[in-house]
């Protein structure tokens, strides 16, 4: 009976994902590894994947300046491919030193998600809190995050790593990409007039 239940308990513990492993740059510049996530005082918190990789730098990693208003006024970034405006309203966030979510419209369907957020589906999009604007503008985006509390400058840390862009609709990995803005469709032909016999087609 001790047996089975020991093997059992094994089973389970062998089931169990592996703790999540953290690096820690101490303020005197010491990198240290722990299982456990500590306190963010202690220095810059990174998670770490299996494979040693470093996962996006946790909101509880950043400044104590940027944590508050990451916290209070999230930034989520609406894109779509082949968008120039996109890229240029991504590079902008970026030098700021932004920390934000990338959330990309690869569908039609997905631009309802965009006007439902926004209300508007003009690209880029960008909501700070519970304001939004569509369309890049330097100048106007600015004025939203300055008036979030969000520092000029970068404040983040040096090892700090954005997030990869999330697809608003994830697709299958066999399905094409799909224009984010697709064509009208064309207008249904006119029948022809039928002929005076009555004989129909």
């Not at 862009?165 to 022809?192: D, G, K, S």
Request: hydrophobic share 40%.
């Amino acid at each position: 009976m001790k047996r089975t239940l020991t093997f059992g308990a094994l089973m389970v513990l062998a089931c169990m994902p592996l703790q999540a492993q953290y690096k820690v740059v101490g303020p005197d510049g010491r990198i240290t590894y722990t299982d456990r996530p500590p306190p963010a005082q202690q220095g810059q918190v990174s998670a770490m994947r299996r494979d040693g990789s470093v996962v996006s730098t946790p909101s509880s990693a950043l400044p104590l300046e940027l944590r508050q208003v990451v916290t209070r006024f999230p930034v989520v970034l609406y894109t779509a491919p082949q968008c120039e405006l996109c890229d240029t309203a991504r590079q902008m966030l970026k030098q700021r030193g932004i920390p934000l979510t990338e959330r990309q419209v690869l569908r039609q369907d997905d631009l309802a998600v965009v006007e439902r957020a926004t209300g508007n589906r003009g690209m880029p999009a960008v909501t700070v809190g519970g304001q939004a604007l569509n369309g890049y503008s330097a100048m106007q985006w600015s004025a939203l995050l300055d008036l979030a509390g969000y520092p000029r400058e970068s404040k983040l840390p040096k090892d700090y790593q954005a997030a990869a862009p999330v697809p608003i609709t994830p697709r299958a990995p066999e399905q094409p990409p799909v224009p984010a803005v697709l064509p009208p469709a064309p207008a249904p032909a006119e029948a022809p007039e039928q002929p005076a016999s009555g004989i129909r087609f």
